[in-house]
C-alpha cells in the first residue's frame, strides 16, 4: 500500500514539475509533444503495473525498485523540456521598450522567470538563442 502512495505522490509532485518546465514552452508558443505534459501519470501508471508484476517475482525489492526508477522518470522532465527552450541569465529585467526591440526588430518572442537561486533568466526557442544572446550583450544587460 505504501508504493501506491509514493506512486500517485509521485504523479502529484510531478504534475507540478511538468507544468513548470512546459511553462516556457507554452508562452513562447513552441510546439511541443503532449507526452511531456502527462509523462507523470503514464510514469507512475506504468510503475504500478511493473510493481504488480515484480511482486510475483522479487517480493521484498519490488517496491524499491518500482520507486527508484519512478522517481528517475520523473525527474528527467524538466531536462527534456529543457530540449526546446534556451535559458539566458540576465542582470535585470526587460523594459517594455526593450523587449519590443527584441520582438520587432528580431522577431524572437522572450517569457522571463525569476528565481532566487539563479536570478533573472529570459526564455527564448532554441534557435533564436544567438540572436537573442547579441541583442541582450547589445542592450548591456546580459549576465
Known amino acids: 500500500m505504501l508504493v501506491v502512495l509514493v506512486l500517485v ?6 504534475a507540478d514539475f511538468a507544468a513548470i ?12 509533444t503532449w507526452v511531456l505534459d502527462y509523462s507523470p ?15 510475483q517475482v522479487v517480493p521484498k525489492a519490488a517496491g524499491l525498485i518500482v520507486i527508484a526508477i519512478c522517481g528517475c522518470l520523473i525527474w528527467s522532465i524538466p531536462p527534456l523540456a529543457g530540449l526546446y527552450v534556451a535559458e539566458i541569465p540576465v542582470a535585470r529585467e526587460l523594459t517594455k521598450e ?5 520582438v520587432s526588430g528580431l522577431g524572437i518572442k522572450t517569457t522571463w ?17 544567438a540572436a537573442a544572446r ?10
Open 113 to 129: 522567470r525569476n528565481s532566487s537561486q539563479h536570478g533573472q533568466r529570459i526564455f527564448v526557442a532554441r534557435e533564436h538563442e
Open 41 to 55: 501519470l503514464i510514469a507512475s501508471i506504468s510503475c504500478f503495473v511493473l510493481w504488480v508484476v515484480l511482486r
Open 134 to 143: 547579441d541583442e541582450l550583450r547589445t542592450l548591456g544587460i546580459l549576465r
Open 9 to 14: 505522490s509521485f504523479a502529484i509532485i510531478g
Open 98 to 102: 526593450e523587449s519590443a526591440s527584441l
Open 21 to 32: 518546465s512546459t511553462g516556457p514552452m507554452r508562452a513562447l508558443g513552441i510546439p511541443y
